[in-house]
């Protein structure tokens, strides 16, 4: 990736996260960037395709951190936990940094679902962890997609609540939802 993508990268993700999908335009962000709409427009061929590839940034990112916190960590149960955990801290700084609102946050996880593959990349990391699960003889035999994706589903439910809540809150009742969660699939 060139240092212009990233620049442009940069600058979207600041606006995208600051003022959403569709308050954000392609002037904005490249002004902020210091170059030309047709730059812009060089590198991605539309706000959609450039707010995707800000979006897998983010994403590449975000993993890279996930894998090197849980490397060595074993408990598949505790692995399933602390990602969502893991990923509502990144949330939660992202909204501060940015003073990104309730609405700019709900508005971005709906067009996010719509434009990306993103919510596939989510539900796949959690049916890693079910089958691994499986393998060390920790969750029952079933049907890990349907249960990857349910349990993805329900976390979309409440990502909103959680990240308005104090972080020690948020982090009781993910632990609580998740221990019903994985009573249905323990061995």
């Known amino acids: 990736m060139s240092s212009k993508e990233i620049q442009i990268l940069e600058s979207a993700q600041e606006y995208f996260l600051r003022y959403g999908f569709k308050k954000t335009n392609i002037e904005e ?15 991605f061929g539309s706000k959609e395709e450039l707010f995707i590839c800000t979006c ?3 994403w590449d990112e975000i993993q890279q951190n996930l894998q090197m916190e ?41 067009v996010s679902n719509e434009l990306t593959q993103k919510n596939l990349m989510h539900i796949e990391e959690i049916r890693s962890y079910l089958e691994e699960g499986e393998r060390e003889g920790i969750f029952k035999p ?38 019903l969660i994985l009573e249905g699939i323990r061995k």
């Open 56 to 58: 897998e940034k983010q």
């Open 142 to 179: 079933g049907d890990h997609e349907k249960s990857a994706t349910l349990i993805y589903t329900i976390n979309l439910q409440f990502v909103l609540r959680w990240s308005q809540m104090e972080a020690e809150d948020a982090e009781q009742e993910v632990r609580d939802l998740y221990e």
């Open 29 to 43: 962000i490249a002004k902020h960037a210091g170059i030309g709409k047709g730059t812009v427009y060089n590198y």
């Open 70 to 110: 849980f490397a060595k960590e074993k408990d598949m149960e505790q692995k399933l936990v602390r990602s969502v955990l893991f990923k509502l801290e990144r949330l939660r700084e992202f909204r501060t940094r940015y003073s990104m609102t309730k609405e700019v946050l709900q508005e971005l996880i709906e």
